[in-house]
């Protein structure tokens, strides 16, 4: 572990969001811990700002200012992002694409951003942490560093809308059929399991609007998951993983249903495989206890 943290075989600029540092602690920290463990150092992001994606809707224009912002708080410290969030990756990596490709609107968001004293050149590049493990991990040194399979486990993912959507945006993996998580989960030994609308949304992004449609949304997909024989659910995004784990106390007694899944980020599922402990995965900070599961590691 210390050589590797002195000698990192790739480094990347950590892109953390909002939501992540107050509210999804436990998913920043296992992946500190995990990407540590695989030779990558994370450098801080410096005075960065909201990836600008809640503010589209309103101020479409604000939203390209934050977020090109961020990419050029990026181009100075001359490394290409990574971001936990996909919401946050993909309006950076959107918009990224956006000012590369349209001169014109570049010189438009240029002349906000001189009055910072910055300037878009576009020379970097943005990342989720599913692609980056993917692509410039690979499975290969994954899977060479698991030390305890984790072949007892049945487990669903759910990656979210942002990961791979909208496709000709975000040009990673099949956005109708997604592979590469599927992949991921199976480097860890675990056993994958497919169910019903596994690529439905899990209604995080209404909450504020009618909170009684996502519920019902994740109640659904919990269901699904239950009537395959998953007896663990890994998210990659901070919003999803709140409806599943942190809300399902509450769906349950809505819907007087009985699921009691506990809900990983997936660093804390590769974690485990690594042989880290509970404890170093902040695995204590879940609303669902993952006990009854983690107590069948070897």
Same mark, same amino acid.
């Given at each position: 572990?210390?050589e590797?943290?002195?000698?990192?075989?790739?480094?990347?600029?950590?892109?953390?969001?909002?939501?992540? +540092?107050?509210r #999804?602690t436990?998913?920043?920290? /296992?992946?500190?811990?995990?990407?540590q463990g695989?030779? &990558? *150092?994370?450098?801080?992001?410096?005075?960065y700002?909201?990836?600008?994606?809640?503010?589209?809707?309103?101020?479409?224009?604000?939203?390209?200012?934050?977020?090109?912002?961020?990419?050029?708080?990026?181009?100075?410290e001359?490394?290409?992002?990574?971001?936990?969030?996909?919401g946050?990756?993909?309006?950076?990596r959107?918009?990224?694409k956006?000012?590369?490709?349209?001169?014109?609107?570049?010189e438009?968001?240029n002349?906000?951003?001189?009055?910072?004293?910055?300037?878009?050149?576009?020379?970097i590049?943005?990342?989720?942490?599913?692609?980056?493990?993917?692509?410039?991990?690979?499975l290969?040194?994954?899977?060479?560093?698991?030390?305890?399979?984790?072949?007892s486990?049945?487990?669903?993912?759910?990656?979210?809308?942002?990961?791979t959507? +909208?496709?000709g #945006?975000?040009?990673?993996?099949? /956005?109708?059929?997604?592979e590469v998580?599927?992949?991921? &989960? *199976?480097a860890?030994?675990?056993?994958?399991?497919?169910?019903?609308?596994?690529?439905a949304?899990c209604?995080?992004?209404?909450?504020?609007?009618?909170?009684r449609?996502?519920?019902?949304?994740?109640?659904?997909?919990?269901a699904?998951?239950k009537?395959?024989?998953?007896?663990?659910?890994?998210?990659?995004?901070?919003?999803?993983?709140m409806?599943?784990?942190?809300?399902?106390?509450?769906?349950?007694r809505?819907?007087?249903?009985?699921?009691?899944?506990?809900?990983?980020?997936?660093p804390?599922?590769?974690?485990?495989?690594m042989?880290?402990?509970e404890?170093e995965?902040?695995?204590?900070?879940?609303?669902?206890?993952?006990?009854?599961?983690?107590?069948?590691?070897?």
């Open positions: 572990m210390t590797e943290k002195q000698n990192p075989d790739q480094k990347f600029l950590l892109f953390l969001g909002c939501a992540i +540092p107050y #999804e436990s998913y920043e920290i /296992s992946t500190r811990k995990v990407l695989l030779g &990558i *150092e994370l450098v801080e992001m410096p005075e700002n909201c990836c600008g994606l809640p503010l589209d809707p309103v101020n479409h224009e604000m939203m390209l200012l934050l977020a090109a912002r961020n990419l050029c708080l990026a181009e100075k001359k490394l290409n992002v990574i971001a936990l969030c996909p946050c990756a993909g309006t950076l959107k918009v990224n956006k000012l590369k490709e349209n001169k014109e609107l570049r438009k968001i002349e906000q951003l001189k009055k910072t004293g910055l300037e878009f050149r576009g020379t590049e943005v990342k989720h942490l599913l692609q980056m493990l993917a692509e410039d991990v690979t290969e040194k994954i899977k060479a560093a698991i030390t305890k399979p984790l072949s486990f049945r487990v669903a993912e759910h990656s979210g809308c942002h990961v959507r +909208p496709a #945006e975000i040009g990673f993996d099949n /956005s109708e059929d997604p998580f599927k992949s991921l &989960i *199976e860890t030994g675990s056993r994958y399991v497919e169910y019903t609308d596994k690529t949304c209604g995080a992004p209404i909450a504020g609007v009618d909170d449609i996502p519920l019902a949304l994740s109640r659904e997909k919990l699904n998951i009537e395959m024989g998953g007896e663990l659910l890994v998210t990659v995004c901070p919003f999803c993983h409806m599943f784990d942190t809300n399902q106390p509450r769906i349950e809505i819907f007087n249903e009985d699921f009691k899944i506990p809900v990983l980020h997936y804390q599922l590769l974690g485990l495989a042989g880290f402990s404890e995965l902040a695995l204590n900070e879940l609303r669902v206890s993952p006990s009854k599961i983690t107590s069948k590691i070897s």
